[in-house]
C-alpha cells in the first residue's frame, strides 16, 4: 500500500492539473475514499455572503443530491461547530454528539465515525473535509493527513473566489452569485476606474491572457503564429548545429527534437483551431502549452513527467518571439488600469503614462517601489491581491480602491453606480484642496512646515512643481538607472540631475545616490542573493564599485554647477565608516570637476538616510558628519519590525505607526536636535495626513512625499496648532498598537470635520 505522503503528493498532483475547481474538489473527494479507506467524504465551502455560509460543494459515498443543498451556518452541526472552532473534530459515534444534525436523504445515518478537518488560510476558515466510516475509528496519522491536504486546498479555494469560477459554479445551483471584489493590500491611494490591460512586458507563458480577437484578425494572427513558430524551429536547428561539436549526441538531439515537435502535430494544430475560435494567438498557445504540459505532468512515470518541462521551454521560446511582435503593435485604451502578477517599477516606464490609471499586482505590498512610484503619479494601485485571475482580465472594466485594498471586477451596474459616485466624491475633496496650493504650510499657532516632494520620473516633475512643493525632498535615481537597458553614461546622468535641478532651481533639491539591490534590481547588473533586503543594496554597492559610484557623484556635481542648490543623500548608511568613506569619494569628485571646469565650486550638502535601525543608536556621531538625516520611514518600519515591506503575506502588520517606529523616529529628532541637524522625513508616513499629525507634533518641520499627498498634508497642517499635535503625541506614545495610534488621530480629524481626508487607511 503506498505511503500516505505518497498519496499526497500524488491528490496534490491530480488537483493542480485538474481542469477546473468543481474537478478538484470531486479528485479529492474520490481519492479520499481509497487513501483513507473510508464510506463517505463531502467538502463544504464558505460561501461569506449567504446565511447559512457552509455550502457542500462534493460528495462520495453520500446522497449527490446533497451537493449544493446542505447547507450549515458557522456553529449549526458538527460541520459548523468544526469551523467555528477552526480546528479538527474526531468521533467515534457522531450521531451522539449534541451539534449532530442528520440531514434527511442523505445517507449519513450509516456512517458514525466522523473526522471533519477546517480548511484554513490567513486566519480564515474557508471550508470543512469531513470523512465519514461505519465503524473503525480514525487516528492521529489520518487526522494529520487530512489536515495537510486542507492546507493544500486552500490556494485552490482563494483561486476559484477570485477567478469567478466559485461564482459561476453557485450561480449554476441557482444560489445568490458572489460580487467580484478581489482583496489585496492599499497600494497607493485613491479610487479610478479603467478597462483592464494586462501587463506582458515580462514574458512568461502563464501571465498571458486570453482575448477575444474580430473574424477580420484571425488570418493576421494565424500568420503571426506560423511564423513565430517557423523562426523558433529554424533557431533549434542553427542551435543543434552549433552545439554540434561542444555538446555530446544526445544532448543536441534535444533541440532537433523540440523543432520537430513544432513541425506539425497537435501543439500547431490546437493552436490553430483555437484561433480559429477567435482566440489571438498567444492566448491560444498559452492554452495549448499548458493542456498539453498537463496531461504529461499527470503521467505518474517520471520521465514522461518531467516532459512537461519540456514543453514549456518550447513554450516560452514561441511565446517570446510572438510577443516581441505584438509588443510593437499594442494599442492601449484611453484610460486603462495594469493588471499583472508582479508589476514592477519598470513596467511604468513601457506603458503610455497619460492612459494609466490604476494598477493592480498580484505579488507586492504598499511599500513596494512601484506602489510608491503609483502614489507619485496619482496612480490608485492595488497591492498583493492573492490568486488574481490576470489572465481573465483583459477588456474587463476595473474600479481600482487604493484606499481599501480592493479591486472590483466587472462591477454590476449597481455597485458600478456606487463606485462613480463614490469616485466623484474624492474628485470634490481633490478640487476642493487645490485652493492651498499657494498658501504656506503654518500651524494655526505659527510654525512653518517646509513641505518637498518625492520623484524619481521626468514625467512627475511637473506635478510636482504644481503641486507647490518647495523643492525635491528625495529623488530616488535608480528610478532612471532601472528604466534603461545599460548603466547611464555620466553624460545622461548630467543631463537627467540638470533637468531637475534647473526645474526648482533656487529651491532644494535632494538627489539620493544608486539604492538598487532588495526589491529594486537592474536587468543588466543582476545581483542574486536569498535575502536581498539584507545583502547588497544602497550604499553597499556604491562603494564596492567607486566607479559607478563616482559617475554618478560626478553627474550630480557638474549638473549643480551654477544652481547650487544641490543635495546629495546617502541611503543604506548602517555605520560610520560607510559615510567617512562616501564623503571620501564626494571629496573627490568634487575636486575632479573643479580642476575640469576650472571654476571654484560649493561643496554641496551632504546628508544620510536613517532608515537602518543601527543608525538610531549613533545618531549623535552621524550628524557630526553630515549637513542633514533624512529618516526614510519605509525602510525604518520593515528593519524595526522585521517585515518584509514587499510581502503580501506579511503586510498587515507593516506600519509605520507601530509605536516602536514613532519612537525610534522620535530619538533621531532629539539626537539630530542635540547636534544641531536638520531632519526631515521622506518615507511614506510624512505623506499620511495622521502621519503627518504624529510627525508635526515630534517638532518635524521638513517633510517629503508624493505630489498627489501634498494638498491634503497641507490641510492637515494649517488645521491644528503644533501645540496641540504636541500633545496628542503624548498619548498616542502611550498606545500599544499601531491600529490604536491611527483611530486615535483618525478621529481628531473627525472632530474638526476633515474625515474625508483619510479612507482606510491600513499602514
Ligand atoms: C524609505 O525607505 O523610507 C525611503 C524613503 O526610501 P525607499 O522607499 O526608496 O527605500
Ligand atoms: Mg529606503
Known sequence: MPSLIHT???????????????????IIVDSLIDALQVDACSIFIDVPEQERNLVMMANRGLNREAIGRVRLATGEGLVGLVAEKAEPIRLDNALEHRSFILFEGSGEEAYPVFLGVPIIAHRHTLGVIVAQRSRRPFDNEEEAFLSTLAAQLAGAITHARSSGEMARLLDDGGSVPLSRTLD??????????????????????????????????????VERFEAAVARVRQQLMEQAE????????????????????????????????????????????????EAHAAVFASMEDEYLAERANDIRDLGRRVLQRLMSVEAGDRTYPRRFVLVGENIAASDLA??????????????????????????????????????????????????????????????????????????????????????????????????????????????????????????????????????????????????????????????????RTLDVGGDKPLNYFPIREENPFLGWRGIRISLDH??????????????????????????????????????????????????????????????????????IFQIDEICRLVDFVSIGTNDLTQYLLAVDRNNESVAELFSSLHPSVLRAIEQVVQGAARQGTPVSVCGELAGDPVGVMALIGMGIDSLSMSAGSLPRAKKVIRSFSQQELANLRLQALSLHEAEEVREFYAARLDEKGLGDLIRAQKR
Open 8 to 26: 499526497l503528493q500524488s491528490i496534490v498532483k491530480q488537483v493542480d492539473h485538474a481542469p477546473d475547481f468543481q474537478s478538484a474538489l470531486d
Open 350 to 511: 513601457s506603458v503610455p503614462l497619460d492612459g494609466l490609471c490604476g494598477i493592480v499586482s498580484e505579488h507586492g505590498s504598499g511599500s513596494s517601489h512601484v506602489a510608491i512610484l503609483a502614489h507619485a503619479l496619482g496612480i490608485p494601485a492595488v497591492m498583493g491581491v492573492s490568486n488574481l485571475p490576470h489572465t481573465k482580465m483583459e477588456g474587463l472594466t476595473v474600479v481600482v480602491d487604493g484606499y481599501g485594498g480592493h479591486v472590483h471586477v466587472d462591477p454590476r451596474a449597481a455597485l458600478l453606480q456606487e463606485l462613480k459616485q463614490y469616485i466623484r466624491h474624492e474628485q470634490r475633496v481633490s478640487d476642493s484642496l487645490k485652493a492651498l496650493k499657494d498658501k504656506p504650510a503654518v500651524t494655526t499657532d505659527g510654525m512653518r512646515v517646509s513641505l518637498y516632494v518625492n520623484s524619481g520620473l521626468m514625467a512627475d516633475l511637473t506635478p510636482s512643481l504644481e503641486s507647490g512643493a518647495e523643492g525635491v525632498g528625495l529623488y530616488r535615481t535608480e528610478i532612471p538607472f532601472q528604466i534603461r537597458e545599460s548603466f547611464p553614461s555620466e553624460e545622461d546622468q548630467y543631463r537627467i540631475y540638470r533637468d531637475v535641478l534647473e526645474t526648482f532651481a533656487g529651491m532644494p533639491v535632494v538627489l
Open 242 to 289: 552549433r552545439m554540434r561539436q561542444s555538446l555530446p549526441a544526445e544532448e543536441c538531439a534535444l533541440f532537433v527534437a523540440y523543432a520537430q515537435m513544432l513541425e506539425s502535430g497537435s501543439l500547431i494544430d490546437d493552436t490553430l483551431a483555437l484561433i480559429r475560435e477567435r482566440q489571438w494567438a498567444p492566448g491560444a498557445w498559452r492554452q495549448t502549452v
Open 184 to 221: 489585496g493590500v492599499a497600494g497607493a491611494p485613491g479610487m479610478s476606474m479603467g478597462e483592464a490591460v494586462v501587463a506582458t512586458h515580462q514574458v512568461r507563458l502563464h501571465t498571458i491572457p486570453d482575448k477575444s480577437i474580430d473574424a477580420e484578425e484571425v488570418a493576421g494572427q
Open 546 to 615: 567607486p566607479d559607478i559610484f563616482i559617475t554618478q557623484l560626478r553627474a550630480m556635481i557638474r549638473a549643480n554647477a551654477g544652481l547650487d542648490n544641490l543635495h546629495i543623500l546617502l541611503p543604506m548608511i548602517s555605520s560610520l565608516e560607510e559615510l567617512d568613506d562616501a564623503l571620501i569619494l564626494v571629496h573627490r569628485a568634487k575636486d575632479e570637476i573643479q580642476d575640469e571646469l576650472g571654476l571654484p565650486l560649493r561643496f554641496p550638502h551632504v546628508g544620510a538616510m536613517i532608515e537602518v535601525p543601527s543608525t
